[in-house]
């Protein structure tokens, strides 16, 4: 005999499904709303239906920016993933250095944003940036007119910032495996590559997937390191959909365009990421 579901669950659930409702939903369906529409001086409305998402669709400005965003998280992704996991398997698992070292790691994590970019502007100015006058002093300059130049500073920043977080992802993973799994691979005598492919990277598939989705949905929504480093420069080479966003929004008063924009936006990160967990749960396709 099925037993009955108490209501109690639910009712606890409620006062945070009303926050979500208030907080993600409502203003969803305000920003549907005005991407159908065209908005003169913030209070007239004139019904447009998809011409906006025509317009973006078609712009080059536009595929141009959604390019580079999806160079830059491949790019990330690729240094971040395997860095962090290195990393984390070089820590102890238990002792007072696990603990210095988790500490230290988890420090880049406490950094907002905007600070972080303007730390790293300064460190890198050839005039009173620490790393910019010694690079300096061996004739190097760090030039920021030079788009790979560009490009490679804003990984490096956002690779120091960021990848404490894959670490702390993988490590916690690690050291949730059974010890038994360990010891029979002693007993078996299995070689460390062993032991890491039968052992540690299918049992942190879940973790690696967190850290993956994770990563790609910050890294796809960067705005404020290369804002302050680079301003878009040189050019639009560091443009990313973000900032062709809040031009729209914030410089250009363009409400309708900016909205079709953000949905767009979240259309292509819902897509992929729902494709990167498919890709990482075979068994998902055969349900």
Request: glycine share 6%.
């Amino acid at each position: 005999m099925a037993k009955a579901r108490s209501p109690l669950g639910f009712t606890l659930i409620l006062p945070a499904l009303f926050i979500v409702i208030f907080s993600a939903a409502l203003p969803l369906l305000a920003v549907v709303n005005y991407s159908v529409q065209d908005v003169f001086y913030g209070n007239s409305f004139f019904w447009v239906g998809p011409q906006w998402f025509t317009e973006v669709l078609t712009s080059e400005a536009f595929h141009a920016s959604l390019i580079r965003s999806l160079a830059y998280s491949a790019l990330v992704l690729c240094i971040e993933i395997p860095l962090g996991f290195i990393i984390a398997l070089s820590i102890p698992r238990t002792g007072s250095k696990a603990v210095s070292y988790l500490v230290i790691m988890s420090i880049p994590l406490m950094i907002p944003w905007v600070v972080v970019g303007l730390t790293w502007a300064m460190l890198i100015h050839p005039q009173w940036g620490s790393i910019g006058a010694i690079l300096s002093l061996v004739g190097i300059t760090i030039n920021m007119n030079n788009p790979f130049i560009a490009w490679m500073v804003i990984l490096i920043v956002d690779v120091w910032h960021w990848t404490s977080l894959v670490v702390l992802l993988c490590y916690s993973g690690l050291i949730a495996i059974p010890q038994q799994y360990y010891q029979a691979a002693r007993v078996d005598g299995a070689s460390r590559w062993a032991i890491l492919r039968h052992i540690e990277l299918p049992k942190l598939k879940k973790v690696l997937l967190i850290a993956i989705l994770l990563r790609f949905i910050d890294s796809f929504m960067i705005y404020v390191e290369p804002l302050i480093l680079t301003k878009g420069g040189p050019g639009t080479s560091t443009v990313f959909i973000s900032h062709d966003l809040m031009r729209n929004a914030a410089q250009q008063f363009d409400l309708g365009r900016s909205a079709a924009i953000s949905l767009i936006y979240f259309a292509i990160i819902l897509a992929i990421t729902w494709a990167i967990y498919r890709a990482m749960n075979p068994k998902l396709s055969e349900s």
